[in-house]
Nanobody, 123 residues
Framework: QVQLVESGGGLVQAGVSLRLSCAAS????????MGWFRQAPGKEREFVAA???????RYLDSLNGRFTISRDNAKNTVYLQMNSLKPEDTAVYYC?????????????????WGQGTQVTVSS
């Protein structure tokens, strides 16, 4: 059974950077799209970023280049580098794996979810 475990969240001030990590175990996900979703209180879970098995990436348009996703297939790990954080980035961030994630970005197409890590950005 594949498990995804996120780390790297926390409480930070606006303007700083954080890097989230997601380590997969129980199987290899090198052929899967890997990505991140987030859910703020009272809002629906939304797509943030994805990286396909071949390395192509896709992002939420409103991020305007502040976040960068990457993956290390040898380590079965995906990363999300978040720069210039804003209070509106506050959310629980979920790691996700899906066979067509990156081609499609709907949360309904995700095969595996992590448990989530809280990111809180204070103003």
């Amino acid at each position: 059974q594949v498990q995804l475990v996120e780390s790297g969240g926390g409480l930070v001030q606006a303007g700083v950077s954080l890097r989230l990590s997601c380590a997969a175990s129980g199987g290899t996900l090198s052929s899967y799209g890997m990505g991140w979703f987030r859910q703020a209180p009272g809002k629906e879970r939304e797509f943030v970023a994805a990286v396909r098995s071949g390395g192509s990436t896709r992002y939420l348009d409103s991020l305007n280049g502040r976040f960068t996703i990457s993956r290390d297939n040898a380590k079965n790990t995906v990363y999300l580098q978040m720069n210039s954080l804003k209070p509106e980035d506050t959310a629980v961030y979920y790691c996700a794996a899906g066979r067509i994630l990156g081609v499609a970005i709907s949360s309904t197409l995700i095969d595996y979810w992590g448990q989530g890590t809280q990111v809180t950005v204070s103003s």
